[in-house]
């Protein structure tokens, strides 16, 4: 299977600040075929970016998403208070589908 | 607007058995793909999928996943249960455009000890 790794583990960062996110797989992924999801604390997990680089609908412009092959990042560009949250990165190009372990944005 | 409405969760003893309910509303339920997803208390999220041959493991041969699609809703039976199967479990709707997930239920809990 596909193994995601996500760095770093947290990143601490202040509100207004930019956001850089990576994930990296252990093959690459067809097509792109990679996903990002935020999830807050008590809340099911919500998408975020799909296709490496589209924004799923309602999703704001700051959030960007990038890469192909085995690295992909994830960019919040200004972060905001609703921004800090646990990030995953999910792969779905080959089965099994698989997620990375998550980057915690908190406020410094 | 799109609701995943989970239920059938609980506490259950090691080697017992439970069923997730998962009701779909706000959206045409056969056209589209569902599955789960689950998350262990302080962990990251890990695909429920008990079909071969991209079964974790962890859950091939105890778990099986079916629909009723005259009630909208997904299921998820669980059998010989153990206690690493502990985890909120999330139903979620497959995306169109790929196998990732556009809509997520708010997750219902499931504690497996004795």
């Known amino acids: 299977e596909i193994v995601l790794t996500q760095s770093p583990d947290t990143l601490s960062l202040s509100p207004g600040e930019r956001a850089t996110l990576s994930c990296r797989t252990s093959q690459s992924v067809s097509s792109s075929s990679l996903a990002w999801y935020q999830q807050k604390p008590g809340q099911a997990p919500s998408l975020l970016v799909y296709g490496a680089s589209s924004r799923a609908t309602g999703v704001p412009d700051r959030f960007r998403g990038s890469g192909s092959g085995t690295d992909f990042i994830l960019t919040i560009s200004r972060l905001e208070p609703e921004d800090f949250a646990v990030y995953y990165c999910?792969?779905?190009?080959?089965?099994?589908?698989?997620f990375g372990g998550g980057t915690k944005v908190e406020i410094k | 607007e799109v609701q995943l409405l989970e239920s059938g969760g609980g506490l259950v003893q090691p080697g017992g058995s439970l069923r997730l309910s998962c009701v779909v509303s706000?959206?045409?339920?056969?056209?589209?793909?569902m599955n789960w997803v689950r998350q262990a208390p302080g962990k990251g999220l890990e695909w429920v999928s008990p079909s071969a041959p991209y079964s974790a493991d962890s859950v091939e041969g105890r778990f099986t996943i079916s629909r009723d699609n005259f009630k909208n809703t997904l299921y998820l039976q669980m059998n010989s249960l153990r206690v690493e199967d502990t985890a909120v479990y999330y139903c979620v709707k497959v995306a169109s455009g790929g196998y990732y997930f556009d809509q997520w239920g708010q997750g219902i809990l499931v504690t497996v000890s004795s």
């Open positions: 706000g959206l045409t339920f056969t056209n589209y793909a």
């Open positions: 999910q792969q779905y190009g080959i089965s099994p589908l698989t």
